[in-house]
């Protein structure tokens, strides 16, 4: 018998027991029911510790990582992992370090990295964990020990801690404050060359992503930076490759006028740019460099490079996707660009046969957002379902969860950001809120 006794004498179960009752209801491995025992044990009075028992057992299965339908219409949502990516392997082994015409060691680097290249115009490319990583590196092999130039306009902090006067000062390097928050002119660089005592080795330009200044103000386009003797490293961000989206048959949306990308700023005379791989790219976490081979050579020559190297599951998502890039199927293998292109009128038919068929909800005309503070302020139209009330929270703790919207106490679910094979499981979570 699995129940737990509490003997008259009101003294609390057994840890053992307790975890035994406990595995009726959550199926999480023993040693942690035995460890969730324990707590509520020590914190509960004999007449809770079940119940205390049950809810820290509840609690941890709902924390750990899993696959969730995101319906918020935030298409890279950081706390969804941005861009949805696909896991495509099998547990063989892989090529990742072998030259294949020689039989020696080879670099992970070497294919994605000409792909990467290709693709932005650039000689060479480097991938990395994250675009900060990216930023890190760059500065720590390019002008460790000396000054790195950034503009006090895009001396910012981007998400998550991402601070620039930070990583810089990380990386070894001293940075030089440049111009004033609002403007920064090609003068103001070049002053900050000349000046006895600095000894700048690299021009940072940040593009500030999800903070905006605006009225009296002014950067220095790279195109006039491109012009001063020292090489200027651009971190655009959200890793557009190409503002013309050739992948798009060359319409670009009007949600990314304004979005600086990797091809036009190393065209512009950008010696290095930097971006992750999970905002507009809609890859796998990580960062890109690419621009000039000899810089890319000392960034990966770096001691840095071998600690900040992604792991292979990260080099072939990235070598896919550059492919997909190169064959122009974009559209149809990368989640993102699926997702970011769909017609509002198919988002509306969806959004019809959903509610037809779990009999919950209205249609509804919505904005999506890029998110990741990719292209601020840009909004995509969008269609999804509407229902009174706030059920965010009963969403959540269905299997597969829905993470949804609440706003003026009605739960909005964007379809834009939902892959179409999900519909069934908004289907069965929308007929679970009428119980
Ligand atoms: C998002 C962003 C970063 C941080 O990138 P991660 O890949 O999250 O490390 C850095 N710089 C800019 C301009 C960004 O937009």
């Not at 190297?309 to 080099?315: A, N, Q």
């Not at 969860?401 to 179409?420: E, N």
Request: hydrophobic share 45%; proline share 4%.
């Amino acid at each position: 018998m699995n129940r737990v006794s509490v003997d008259t004498a009101g003294r609390p179960p057994s840890v053992d027991a307790l975890a035994r009752e406990l595995a009726i209801r959550h199926s999480l491995p023993h040693a942690v029911l035995v460890d969730i025992a324990r707590r509520a044990i020590a914190n509960g009075s004999t007449a809770d510790v079940k119940k205390i028992a049950d809810e820290l057992a509840s609690e941890l299965a709902q924390s750990l990582l899993r696959d969730v339908v995101n319906a918020t219409g935030v298409l890279l949502h950081t706390n969804l992992g941005r861009a949805p990516v696909a896991v495509q392997t099998i547990n063989r082994a892989s090529n990742l370090e072998l030259n294949m015409l020689t039989g020696e060691r080879g670099s992970r680097q070497d294919a994605v990295g000409k792909l990467l290249a290709l693709l932005c115009g650039a000689q060479a490319a480097l991938v990395v964990n994250n675009n900060a990583a990216a930023v890190l590196l760059v500065v720590a092999a390019l002008a460790n020990s000396r000054d790195v130039a950034v503009s006090r306009g895009e001396s910012v902090e981007i998400g998550g801690n991402f601070r620039i006067p930070e990583v810089t000062e990380q990386s070894g390097a001293r940075l030089v404050d440049v111009g004033t928050t609002n403007r920064t002119r090609l003068r103001d660089y070049q002053k900050a060359i000349d000046k006895r005592g600095n000894d700048i080795a690299l021009v940072l330009k940040v593009h500030p992503s999800n903070y905006r200044v605006s009225g009296f103000v002014e950067d220095t386009p790279t195109s006039e930076l491109a012009t001063l003797s020292v090489p200027v490293a651009v971190d655009i961000g959200s890793g557009l490759i190409d503002n013309t989206c050739p992948w798009l048959e060359g319409r670009t949306p009007a949600w990314l006028a304004n979005e600086p990308a990797a091809r036009q700023t190393l065209k512009d005379g950008a010696a290095l740019v930097m971006f992750s791989g999970d905002k507009l790219f809609g890859g796998p976490q990580c960062g890109v460099i690419a621009g000039r081979a000899d810089l890319i050579e000392a960034c990966a020559q770096h001691p840095l490079a071998r600690a900040l190297r992604p792991g292979s599951l990260t080099m072939l998502s990235m070598q896919s996707l550059a492919l997909a890039y190169l064959d122009r199927t974009v559209t149809t293998e990368i989640t993102f660009w699926q997702m970011a292109t769909i017609p509002v009128s198919e988002l509306q038919l969806r959004a019809e046969k959903i509610i037809s068929a779990s009999g919950v909800g209205e249609v509804c005309l919505l904005d999506s957002i890029p998110g990741a503070g990719s292209a601020p302020g840009a909004t995509i139209a969008s269609a999804g379902i509407v229902i009174a009330g706030d059920h965010l929270a009963k969403l959540r703790k269905h299997d597969v969860p829905i993470i949804a919207r609440v706003k003026d106490s009605k739960t909005f679910i964007d379809l834009r950001t939902v892959r179409p094979q999900d519909d069934a499981v908004l289907v069965s979570a929308l007929k679970s809120l009428q119980k």
